[in-house]
């Protein structure tokens, strides 16, 4: 019932309101440029860093080396 009324109100199932939320965290972590990926992974308790690469391609469309670049070129 939880899971209905979350879905409802935010327009995102519980676990993609988590996975996105993880997410800008991680660019944030990446802009900051203090932690590589495997520790980026680590901290945001991903299973893996390829997991957390395929989560972070398939939320942003871009791989994280992709966006590491693209915010280093602004």
Known sequence: ????????S???TILEYIL??????AK?????ETLNFTQISDQLAFDNPH???R???????M???EYKNSVKIR
């Open 1 to 8: 019932y939880l899971s209905k009324i979350f879905k409802n």
């Open 20 to 25: 996105h939320r993880k997410i800008q965290e």
């Open 51 to 53: 997991y957390f690469s």
């Open 63 to 65: 791989t994280p080396s």
């Open 28 to 32: 944030k972590l990446i802009r900051e």
């Open 10 to 12: 935010s327009g995102y």
């Open 55 to 61: 989560v972070f391609k398939r939320v942003t469309n």
